[in-house]
């Protein structure tokens, strides 16, 4: 009788070990390519200084184009500049509704990850069509180079340099 108690609680131990291992590997991301008009979403982006060393990431959906409904965003950074390797960041960007029916959300992420990071778009349908089923089963997701608003305004609060004073009106004299 012993034995076999012994051997269903084996047997029920390998069944919760592989079920808990497996549970990592069950989701399966891909990528989308590139698309000539960004698959029909429409966004802004801002980043800001904020104390210390790091940076207040600001990104509004106003279109969520081909990718409706758009199931989450993270602003992830990886160890090689290809998008490969260890994510280094991996932060969430909670999407809030606004009145005008756009999503907006911002984080907090360090300088130090500013060249390498994207904002990731996750969806778990492309043009109305469910990804969950078939050999390819899995969300999609479209990134988004931090770089793109790096642009749009100095990251540094730093002093200006150079004289504050005025150059001398021109002159309107003919001569």
């Given at each position: 009788?012993?034995?076999?108690?012994?051997?269903?609680?084996?047997?029920?131990?390998?069944v919760v070990a592989v079920?808990?291992?497996?549970?990592?590997?069950?989701?399966?991301?891909?990528?989308?390519?590139?698309?000539?008009?960004?698959?029909?979403?429409?966004?802004?982006?801002?980043?800001?200084?904020?104390?210390?060393?790091?940076?207040?990431?600001?990104?509004?959906?106003?279109?969520?184009?081909?990718?409706?409904?758009?199931?989450?965003?993270?602003?992830?950074?990886?160890?090689?500049?290809?998008?490969?390797?260890?994510?280094?960041?991996?932060?969430?960007?909670?999407?809030?509704?606004?009145?005008?029916?756009?999503?907006?959300?911002?984080?907090?992420?360090?300088?130090?990850?500013?060249?390498?990071?994207?904002?990731?778009?996750?969806?778990?349908?492309?043009?109305?069509?469910?990804?969950?089923?078939?050999?390819?089963?899995?969300?999609?997701?479209?990134?988004?180079?931090?770089?793109?608003?790096?642009?749009?305004?100095?990251?540094?609060?730093?002093?200006?340099?150079?004289?504050?004073?005025a150059p001398p009106p021109a002159s309107n004299v003919?001569?």
């Amino acid at each position: 009788m012993d034995l076999r108690v012994i051997r269903l609680a084996t047997a029920l131990l390998v069944v919760v070990a592989v079920v808990l291992m497996s549970s990592r590997s069950w989701a399966h991301w891909y990528g989308l390519g590139p698309s000539k008009d960004e698959w029909g979403l429409k966004y802004d982006g801002e980043v800001d200084a904020a104390n210390g060393d790091k940076l207040i990431v600001h990104f509004t959906i106003a279109d969520q184009g081909r990718l409706k409904p758009i199931h989450s965003v993270f602003v992830m950074a990886f160890s090689n500049s290809d998008r490969t390797g260890t994510n280094l960041v991996k932060t969430s960007i909670t999407m809030q509704p606004t009145d005008d029916g756009k999503l907006t959300g911002q984080v907090e992420v360090g300088k130090e990850f500013a060249d390498r990071a994207v904002i990731r778009i996750f969806t778990l349908t492309v043009d109305g069509r469910s990804q969950m089923a078939g050999p390819t089963a899995g969300a999609r997701y479209y990134d988004i180079p931090l770089k793109k608003f790096l642009n749009k305004a100095p990251l540094t609060t730093s002093p200006r340099s150079g004289s504050s004073i005025a150059p001398p009106p021109a002159s309107n004299v003919a001569k």
